[in-house]
């Protein structure tokens, strides 16, 4: 079931002031239901000793979501300078933040240990003795390689580049060690969108396993453990849901067995993106021409740069036509966007009701890796966002791209080299 029914509820009936409001398009997100999801993902693990969640930044950075995931008791997780500075801009400090880069290089370290540091998830064990001063807290990322298959949007992990090999884990904190680490966690990320919530509990216990070999070896005890983001969404109708209170229950079950054998649990981390926030939004557009040639093509008045996701991956993203919710579908239409690209097309052979130009459409699920992951090329300018809050008011949360941000890169003190 793609974007939540309630979400539905509030938004339609309100949908067309809105529009008249703000303008299309925009993405348009739901507190009621981040927080709701929220709630459920702590329920979900109220089993474990101490979980906490570190909200992936880049799948939805506005300070006025991420100021929500903080009060929900959320830390953050960051992969760039620009993620670490808006995590800290609502208040997060330290150990909040957890900073998973990869092919890190030294104004990211510099930045990371600012403002009181952050849980520094090193990718590689050539980075050790990068760091310019080595925390007390470290964590690596782990990469299982062949032990594992991945999925699709994260790709093998043979091939990925991210996180340690496994030959190496030893090393690294062996190596952590001698710089002055004495408070060790451990970190992986094998899969995206993934809503077989066995593969996670698979995680889970591969870290867990990974954890007594390496504790062996050093003699050292970890405090946590972070199983990744990766929790998938149903994106198409027919898609089940995640069974997240199963993931819970299992999960918990390996935490037991490892506390009755050794004594203690590490705490449990997660930083879930997509599932937080992908559900929770939706790209509302205007149809604004309808074209008839070999196919049927309705053009909308966004394109790529709101949402990247059908171009890049193939990904489906349900659409819905609120003034036209009964009509029976009139045959197969792409719907796409101004790009001089021909991927870019929010859907592409698909029945929907009859469209007339004037009408309002809303592209599901965009809450996650949406506006964020939108470009400039074409110069095509990225939309406005907007929060319907919990009491029903709806708040602008970013404005819309002008041609003078666009432009602004090409103000500059002149420079020239004469070699
Ligand atoms: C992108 C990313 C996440 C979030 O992934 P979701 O699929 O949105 O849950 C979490 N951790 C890391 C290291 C990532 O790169």
Not at 187 to 195: A, F, G, I, K, L
């Amino acid at each position: 079931m793609p974007m939540s029914p309630e979400f539905e509820k509030r938004l339609y009936p309100v949908l067309a002031k809105v529009a008249a409001h703000f303008g299309t398009p925009f993405h348009i997100y739901d507190e009621a239901g981040i927080r709701r999801t929220g709630e459920a993902l702590k329920r979900a693990f109220a089993g474990i000793d101490a979980f906490s969640e570190y909200f992936a930044v880049k799948a939805l950075p506005n300070p006025r979501i991420l100021e929500i995931m903080r009060s929900l008791g959320f830390g953050f997780d960051c992969s760039s300078i620009a993620e670490l500075r808006l995590s800290r801009r609502v208040g997060a400090r330290g150990e909040e933040i957890m900073f998973t880069s990869n092919n890190t290089g030294p104004e990211e370290f510099l930045e990371a240990a600012r403002e009181g540091g952050c849980i520094l998830n090193l990718d590689d064990i050539r980075l050790v003795p990068k760091v310019p001063e080595f925390p007390e807290l470290i964590c690596f990322r782990y990469n299982p390689g062949p032990r594992r298959t991945g999925n699709a949007i994260i790709g093998n992990p043979i091939e990925a580049k991210y996180g340690l090999a496994h030959d190496q884990v030893v090393a690294a904190y062996r190596r952590a060690m001698e710089r002055g680490a004495r408070r060790f966690g451990i970190h992986t990320m094998v899969v995206s969108n993934e809503r077989n919530h066995s593969v996670m509990v698979h995680t889970v216990a591969m870290l867990l396993e990974l954890i007594e070999e390496v504790s062996r070896e050093l003699g050292i005890r970890f405090e946590f453990m972070n199983m990744g983001g990766g929790l998938g969404i149903p994106y198409r109708p027919e898609d089940p849901p995640l069974d997240l209170a199963a993931l819970g229950a299992e999960v918990a079950g390996l935490f037991g067995r490892f506390a009755s054998t050794h004594g203690y649990t590490p705490r449990l981390a997660m930083e879930s993106g997509r599932f937080m926030t992908g559900p929770h939004g939706a790209l509302v557009v205007t149809a604004i021409n309808r074209k008839e040639i070999y196919r049927t093509y309705i053009g909308v008045d966004a394109c790529m740069s709101a949402l990247m996701r059908p171009g890049m991956y193939g990904a489906y993203h349900h659409i819905t036509v609120p003034a036209k919710l009964g009509a029976p579908p009139a045959g197969p239409v792409d719907v796409v966007g101004s790009l001089c690209e021909n991927n870019d097309k929010f859907a592409v052979q698909r029945g929907l009701p009859p469209i007339d130009e004037g009408d309002i459409l809303v592209i599901h699920d965009t809450g996650a890796h949406g506006h964020s992951m939108g470009f400039n090329y074409n110069g095509k300018l990225r939309p406005k966002e907007l929060l319907l809050r919990s009491d029903g008011t709806v708040e602008l949360i970013r404005r819309a791209e002008t041609l003078a941000d666009h432009f602004a890169t090409l103000d500059f003190a002149p420079d020239r080299l004469a070699p």
